[in-house]
């Protein structure tokens, strides 16, 4: 069993930066596939960003440039650092941990970018 408790996001007025974290609990952290989703009033869930056990990334093509995901094995957190932020990123951040059928999320943290 995985617990996930993102923090770090709030209101940012646009080209601000915002670094969220997700601690997750319990053991075994490094070998899940870890990932950054976003969920905006209205629309479906989406990838942000994703980092393997191996430390392979990708990102949605929307932040590309602008996002870096990355993860701390030691101290067992997940980062997300967002830069140039722009209105259309604003969500509820979700953290997900993924092995094979093993699949759990966080709470969310919302990220407000406005003026």
């Known amino acids: 069993q995985v617990q996930l408790v993102e923090s770090g996001g709030g209101l940012v007025q646009p080209g601000g930066s915002l670094r969220l974290s997700c601690v997750a609990s319990g053991s075994f952290f490094s070998i899940y596939t870890m990932g950054w989703y976003r969920q905006a009033p209205g629309k479906q869930r989406e990838l942000v960003a994703r980092?393997?056990?191996?430390?392979?990334?990708n990102y949605a093509d929307s932040v590309k440039g602008r996002f870096t995901i990355s993860r701390d094995v030691a101290k067992n957190t997940l980062y997300l650092q967002m830069n140039s932020l722009k209105p259309e990123d604003t969500a509820v951040y979700l953290c997900n941990a993924a092995y094979y059928t093993y699949d759990y999320w966080g709470k969310g943290t919302l990220v407000t970018v406005s003026s």
């Open positions: 980092i393997t056990s191996s430390g392979s990334t």
